[in-house]
């Protein structure tokens, strides 16, 4: 079985620019979540979906950050302009349900430079 | 205060030895307790999860959590090089299931 997959694996982009994000969780699994770690800090959660609707997203750092996640399969995470604090690695998770394991995708690091 | 901290190491050890990865928290209301390994460039695997006051142990792996001092374990027994990872705690409970993670702790076992 497939596992969490994300891409690009690393983005390089200049400030003011755009960038999305995608992840592809586990098939069946309703329940995705982004997180992100900027150099230096914890992991830390921006939202949840569960299917396609946002379940939590008071982790999201303010209005230049969108997060999609249509039909309920695949997401993805748009961030307009992006600024240098932007950088980091983001990370992707899906569960089956609400209280299982996270299985969590291999990241994308991005750079805004 | 942080919700969950981790001392984030580096800690170097001998392979063989017995490692202990601590974490400590401060909201009485998260339920569930999580140990994830992350080997560089990778995302994180879960290692272990409980949900209550107790050990839980799984080969050379074994979780500790203490809800009255707020405070989790894990040991790793007889430490092997492909151990060497950052280990890190992550926390949930309440009326959502998102993670707070501790820092995480480097971990390099010496063959």
């Known amino acids: 079985e497939a596992g969490v997959t994300q891409f690009p694996s690393h983005s390089v982009i200049e400030k003011g620019q755009t960038v999305t994000l995608r992840c592809d969780p586990i098939?069946?699994?309703?329940?995705l979540y982004w997180y992100r770690r900027v150099m230096g800090k914890e992991i830390k959660f921006l939202l949840h979906?569960?299917?396609?609707?946002?379940?939590?997203e008071s982790g999201m750092p303010n209005n230049r950050f969108l997060a999609e996640r249509t039909g309920g399969t695949y997401s993805t995470l748009k961030v307009q302009p992006a600024e240098l604090e932007d950088s980091g690695v983001y990370f992707c998770?899906?569960?089956?349900?609400?209280?299982?394991?996270?299985?969590f995708g291999p990241g994308t690091r991005l750079t805004v430079l | 205060q942080k919700e969950v901290e981790q001392d984030p190491g580096p800690l170097s050890v001998p392979e063989g030895a017995i490692v202990s990865l601590n974490c400590t928290y401060s909201?009485?209301?998260?339920?569930?307790f999580m140990w994830y390994r992350q080997y560089s460039r990778k995302g994180p695997e879960l290692l272990m999860y409980?949900?209550?006051?107790g050990n839980k142990e799984d080969g050379r792996f074994t979780a500790q959590v203490d809800k009255s001092s707020k405070y989790i374990s894990l040991f790793i027994r007889d430490s092997q090089p492909s151990d060497s990872a950052t280990y890190l705690c992550?926390?949930?409970?309440?009326?959502?299931?998102?993670?707070?993670f501790g820092k995480g702790t480097l971990l390099t076992v010496n063959p």
């Open positions: 909201n009485s209301a998260f339920q569930y």
């Open positions: 998770a899906s569960s089956q349900d609400q209280r299982g394991e996270q299985f």
């Open positions: 979906f569960v299917k396609e609707s946002k379940q939590d």
């Open positions: 098939s069946g699994h309703d329940n």
């Open positions: 992550a926390i949930s409970g309440g009326s959502n299931y998102k993670l707070t």
């Open positions: 409980t949900y209550s006051s």
